[in-house]
């Protein structure tokens, strides 16, 4: 079973010669480093979250008298410049989680960087959308296109994605701050990757099911 | 080094275009969703698979995100249904 120090300090601070701290090993029940353990089972509850809310958004789907065709509200090729943005920045969040464990920290931070763009470029285009769709009528309770619901799970679902990413965006802030200053491991790193890949992997669910399907 | 992410990228890349393609595409509805449900899902793998690493982790961490997450996602869909549907049964009473 593999086992990890808890104690273990940053790159920048060199571990003083007589440690204050007791070291401790503790088994890691995944294998995975306990900071990363934590973020997955953040995934796995967030992921959850999400999954009600398809669910419920799938039933009223079943129960609407007219759901509008996505194609009369939204521009196909938009959404998919939308998906190409954000799957991009996914990707340039992968290298940098891979140049962070070969200690490349400026090409990490250059690849954050790349990454907060790709985001906050996705939520322009996001707000840019809200915008359309709000001055053609829409709230959460009615909508000129068919079913009152379908305004409620447009906002609902892409509100709560939107919000995903600002968060990530500021995760990824974070993050830059400190490579830049050499003060982030490379576990840092991957831990904020894996949160940014998981709004990447909500999106794709969004696309799929409230944009296509 | 970053070139498993970069291909990864292209693959995604280029089922998102399919996907858009077939949109506009006149199919049969069943075909069409069940296309859209596997590419998705193909979508979901290349993510969890490459970018997040889960190829090469761990059984344990696997199983719980790969099975963890949709039976109990799938739980959730069950229990909510005798709520969703009675609503059926409600707006065809009188």
Redesign the interface.
């Known amino acids: 079973m593999a086992v990890e120090t808890l104690v273990r300090p940053l790159p920048h601070h060199p571990p003083a010669t007589s440690p204050a701290t007791t070291e401790v090993t503790l088994p890691l029940p995944l294998g995975a480093a306990w900071r990363k353990t934590m973020m997955w089972a953040f995934i796995i509850t967030d992921g959850l979250l999400f999954a009600g809310f398809l669910a419920s958004y799938g039933y009223a789907r079943l129960m609407a008298v007219r759901w509008p065709p996505q194609q009369e509200v939204f521009s196909v090729a938009y959404l998919a410049a939308m998906t190409f943005v954000l799957i991009t920045s996914s990707a340039t969040m992968a290298c940098a989680v891979e140049a962070a464990r070969a200690g490349r920290w400026n090409a990490v931070t250059r690849l954050v960087g790349l990454t907060i763009a790709g985001g906050a470029t996705f939520l322009g285009m996001q707000a840019y959308e809200w915008w359309h769709v709000i001055g053609e009528g829409a709230t959460l309770t009615r909508n000129s296109w068919g079913d009152a619901s379908f305004g409620s799970y447009f906002f609902l679902l892409t509100g709560f994605h939107g919000t995903h990413v600002l968060t990530g965006l500021i995760v990824l802030a974070v993050t830059a701050g400190h490579t830049a200053h050499r003060a982030s491991s490379a576990e840092g790193v991957e831990v904020a990757g894996l949160y940014w890949h998981f709004v990447d992997l909500v999106w794709v669910f969004i696309f799929t099911l409230f944009y296509l399907v | 080094?970053?070139r498993t992410?970069?291909i990864?990228?292209g693959g995604?890349?280029a089922l998102?275009?399919t996907?858009?393609v077939l949109?506009?595409t006149p199919l049969p509805r069943s075909t069409?969703?069940a296309l859209?449900?596997g590419?998705?899902l193909v979508?979901?793998g290349v993510?969890?698979g490459?970018?997040?690493h889960l190829r090469f982790?761990?059984w344990?961490?696997v199983a719980?995100?790969v099975l963890?997450?949709p039976i109990?996602?799938a739980i959730?869909?069950v229990l909510?249904?005798p709520d969703?549907?009675r609503?059926?049964d409600m707006?065809a009473a009188p």
Request: charged share 10%.
């Open positions: 080094m970053y992410y970069w990864a990228w995604l890349l998102t275009v996907m858009v949109d506009q069409f969703i859209m449900l590419a998705m979508k979901a993510i969890l490459y970018f997040m982790e761990r344990a961490l719980a995100v963890g997450l109990n996602a959730l869909y909510i249904a969703a549907l609503i059926f707006m």
